[in-house]
């Protein structure tokens, strides 16, 4: 079948006439909208979506909806009855991805149990109470893995002090390890004694990660919180290496 010149150059005049007036119903939902939403919020992108006429309402890692118009604000999960998928969730989880590859893991302890052939990246405060349990009760078991643990201090002053003992010390991961699982501390480390420890911070603030542990698959997934063995081993073997 030939088309004529002139058609095909009304089709993409016409395609591009309708993704002008897409762009156009988006940028007008966040115009109206950002200005409703608080003093310094910004809205990061605004998306339609394949379902109930919604709009997505992209705020750094959180989700909310509206309407083509800009009048309404929803808050909460859109579920899909049929398969039961959170499909807000499949979404946040979808833009909170990494691309593990980029991450510095020269600033990170490197331990490699086993094989080393699963790859993980957690970031934790050395006095965090779910980090030191996530340590004891789960990384503690799980084999045949590489963990870079950046130790990322975000509690207080003091969590500073004990990551610049525990990198100073001679050997890092035995340092690390005789604190979070045997609550036995580093000694002060030696005058001169350089860390990564603010890149670190700085890295954490660009990932938006809020709290400790925080955990990175191969996959750029995240998992926030501790999780127990089982959990971990699954998300593991969930991932191709």
Request: charged letters at 25%; proline letters at 4%.
């Amino acid at each position: 079948m030939k088309f004529s010149k002139t058609a095909v150059l009304f089709a993409s005049a016409f395609m591009a006439s309708c993704v002008g007036a897409e762009n156009s119903t988006e940028a007008n939902i966040k115009k109206a909208i950002e200005p409703r939403l608080g003093t310094n919020v910004k809205v990061d992108s605004v998306k339609e979506t394949p379902y109930a006429g919604l709009y997505e309402v992209r705020i750094g890692d959180e989700i909310r909806y509206t309407d083509k118009t800009g009048s309404y604000l929803i808050v909460g999960h859109v579920f899909n009855l049929k398969t039961s998928e959170d499909l807000t969730q499949a979404r946040i989880d979808d833009i909170n991805k990494i691309k593990f590859s980029e991450l510095p893991l020269e600033m990170a302890l490197k331990t490699v149990k086993g094989n080393g052939k699963r790859v993980m990246a957690v970031f934790e405060d050395p006095n965090c109470g779910y980090c030191k349990r996530f340590r004891q009760q789960a990384l503690k078991d799980v084999d045949n893995v590489t963990i870079y643990t950046f130790m990322y201090n975000i509690l207080s002053e003091d969590s500073f002090v004990k990551s610049k003992n525990i990198w100073c010390s001679a050997d890092r991961n035995k340092a690390w390890d005789d604190w979070m699982v045997s609550g036995k501390a580093a000694p002060a480390a030696p005058a001169g004694c350089t860390t990564p420890n603010e890149q670190v911070l700085a890295l954490g603030q660009k990932l938006r990660i809020n709290g400790t542990p925080n955990i990175f698959f191969a996959d750029g997934s995240r998992v926030p919180g501790a999780i127990d063995i089982k959990t971990l081993e699954s998300k593991l073997s969930s991932i191709k290496q």
